[in-house]
């Protein structure tokens, strides 16, 4: 009787091992044709075509330089701040340039935003040369505190700005 259930356990454990190698090499084969998804329409090959190379301008080390942190003055040559941050409006068109105004150290200081057409770049070959912005020092003073997030008002010094209007 041992005998016979040995050979029962070893015949049934001989199928499934079959069965399951079975199962697994259909798992990995491709599908027959008949079984296959149906293909999706042909398309159209067209070629790649290279992208063009980007333009390249070449600006001299002495025509162009980066104006954040720049210190600003007056044409009186006071000390007008520096500016932290530039305002574009959706064309990408720069419209402003935030200047931390007033304060020693950081301590008291305020962002105030002036018109880009306000500020002179005459000099600005060296980081120590400072940009001219074309408003008294009393001007700034009265002028609102720039806040992110809320409406922006910007002191202009010939009041040829033309206010952004956004539609929602």
């Known amino acids: 009787m041992a005998k016979k259930l040995l050979c029962i356990l070893i015949a ?3 199928l499934f091992s079959l069965n399951t190698s079975l199962a697994q090499s259909e798992a990995a084969s491709p599908l027959p044709e008949s079984k296959s998804p149906p293909a999706s329409p042909p398309q159209e090959s067209t070629p790649k075509q290279p992208s063009p190379p980007p333009s390249v301008t070449i600006i001299g080390a002495k ?3 980066g104006v954040l942190g720049r210190d600003v003055r007056s044409p009186a040559n006071e000390d007008m701040g520096h500016i932290v941050d530039v305002i574009v409006d959706r064309a990408g068109v720069v419209r402003a340039a935030v200047i931390d105004f007033g304060g020693f150290l950081g301590v008291g200081s305020r962002k105030i935003v002036v ?19 074309e408003l008294t020092k009393d001007q700034v003073n009265a002028a609102p505190e720039y806040k992110e997030d ?8 010939s009041g040829t700005l033309k206010p952004l209007q956004f539609e929602r």
């Open 12 to 14: 049934g454990f001989t």
């Open 63 to 65: 025509e162009a330089h």
């Open 115 to 133: 018109d880009w057409n306000a500020l002179h770049f005459g000099r600005v070959a060296d980081k120590g040369d400072s940009i001219t912005l």
């Open 150 to 157: 809320q409406p922006i008002v910007v002191l202009g010094a």
